[in-house]
Nanobody, 121 residues
């Protein structure tokens, strides 16, 4: 099986910074992409940032210039550096991985348990 475990959420004042990390573990054969989604109360889960195996990145317009996604292929980890945080960034942040592993024959999506990020005004 494949597991994703996030860390690094918390409470921060507007304008502050936080760094989220996610580690993928288990029977991993290959990782196609890893990234972050978030879900605020009463809203749908949305893509925040994603990074592919060749290092390509994609960001939500709302976080461009403030967030940076990075990965460490040797450790199967992905991180999200969040700067200039705003109250509207408050949400549960979920790690996502498109991973080939376990008994599955191809790539499938895996989710972490989520970590709360709260930005106070």
């Amino acid at each position: 099986q494949v597991q994703l475990v996030e860390s690094g959420g918390g409470l921060v004042q507007a304008g502050g910074s936080l760094r989220l990390s996610c580690a993928a573990s288990g029977s991993i054969r290959s990782i196609n992409a890893m990234g972050w989604y978030r879900q605020a109360p009463g809203k749908q889960r949305e893509l925040v940032a994603i990074i592919t195996d060749d290092g390509g990145t994609n960001y939500a317009d709302s976080v461009k210039g403030r967030y940076t996604i990075s990965k460490d292929n040797t450790k199967n980890t992905v991180s999200l550096q969040m700067n200039s945080l705003k109250p509207e960034d408050t949400a549960v942040y979920y790690c996502y991985g498109q991973i080939a592993g376990g008994l599955a024959s191809g790539f499938r999506g895996y989710w972490g348990q989520g970590t709360q990020v709260t930005v106070s005004s």
